[in-house]
């Protein structure tokens, strides 16, 4: 038999305990009203602006990877997360310089260098010329103890390398023919000894190219690689040439490329720019200039 106090105590015990749980049961439906407040709200990757690609880029948690088996670089896929986007990006770390390098079809080359840096700068360059859509947003970022050119990836169709072996022709060849001619003129420009690589050119579902990889661009050469690839350039990108100024190139790329990488760059726009004034001079500016439709 139990006794009064024991009864008292027993029956504080009793009260504690249920108001306990609840105070526990009343915190568990706060926090479950609360929760979905701070939940991570679903969002459309393709729709966020220039700025907001770079922000995810250079500050997205780095959740998985894989080394790609393409490409002589090899470089990484990374998917990176905010909690509210995962996206995946392309990282690229080779920064190599040789006095002379000899490649497999017999060429050879002085000063040679492969520098992720490139990649950067060539997205900058693009952007002052009008031609920022047709290149992936690129920053600069540290993974796993390397720097390297961190790059939003793109959502693909095909590569030219595959077009070309199936076949396929582009619904809309003026259009096609359009984006392609500014790809030339830009790759002769940045003297992309690297174009030639039909991987480095991405067609999406709706026929946009996208030129990716530019590691092995920006050489010292004052002369073009190809003057005779330019055939037309668009109206737009042929003002933009001519009004180019190497202080605001120096600025945009500081860090990125040499003073002597960008005189060749602004010694090859004198030539681009001559070619064309000289080529409207003696057939007239519809033959050779077009108008972009590229948004």
């Keep these: 038999m139990i006794n009064p106090h024991s009864r008292f105590i027993l029956l504080i015990g009793m009260i504690a305990l249920a108001v306990g749980l609840s105070g526990a049961a009343c915190t568990i439906r706060k926090e479950a009203r609360i929760a979905p407040a701070h939940a991570p709200v679903s969002q459309n990757p393709e729709n966020l602006t220039e700025e907001q690609m770079r922000d995810f880029l250079l500050h997205a948690k780095i959740i998985k990877s894989k080394q790609s088996s393409k490409g002589i670089t090899k470089p990484y896929r990374l998917t990176l997360s905010d909690r509210t986007i995962t996206h995946d990006g392309s990282f690229q770390s080779v920064d190599l310089f040789k006095p002379s390098e000899k490649f497999g079809d017999g060429r050879s080359e002085i000063n040679f260098r492969d520098s992720y840096k490139y990649n950067i700068a060539?997205?900058?360059?693009?952007?002052?010329?009008?031609?920022?859509?047709?290149?992936?947003?690129?920053?600069?970022?540290?993974?796993?103890?390397?720097?390297?050119?961190?790059?939003?990836?793109?959502p693909k169709k095909m590569d030219e390398g595959e077009r070309r072996e199936k076949n396929i022709q582009p619904p809309d060849a003026v259009a096609w023919d359009r984006q392609w001619q500014k790809m030339i003129v830009f790759a002769q420009l940045v003297y992309d000894?690297?174009?030639?690589?039909?991987?480095n050119i991405l067609i999406s579902e709706d026929w946009h190219l996208w030129m990716i990889d530019f590691s092995r661009a920006f050489r010292l050469f004052h002369d073009l690689e190809d003057p005779k690839s330019l055939v037309r350039c668009d109206r737009q990108l042929l003002q933009k040439l001519r009004h180019l100024d190497a202080k605001e190139l120096e600025q945009k790329t500081k860090n990125l490329l040499t003073d002597m990488e960008i005189k060749g760059v602004m010694a090859r726009r004198d030539k681009i720019v001559a070619h064309f004034e000289n080529l409207i001079a003696s057939k007239g500016e519809q033959a050779f200039c077009m108008i972009s439709i590229l948004v």
């Design 122 to 154: 060539a997205f900058d360059l693009a952007k002052m010329l009008g031609l920022g859509n047709m290149m992936p947003v690129t920053v600069e970022r540290r993974w796993e103890r390397k720097i390297g050119a961190l790059s939003w990836w793109l």
């Design 193 to 199: 000894t690297d174009r030639i690589n039909a991987g």
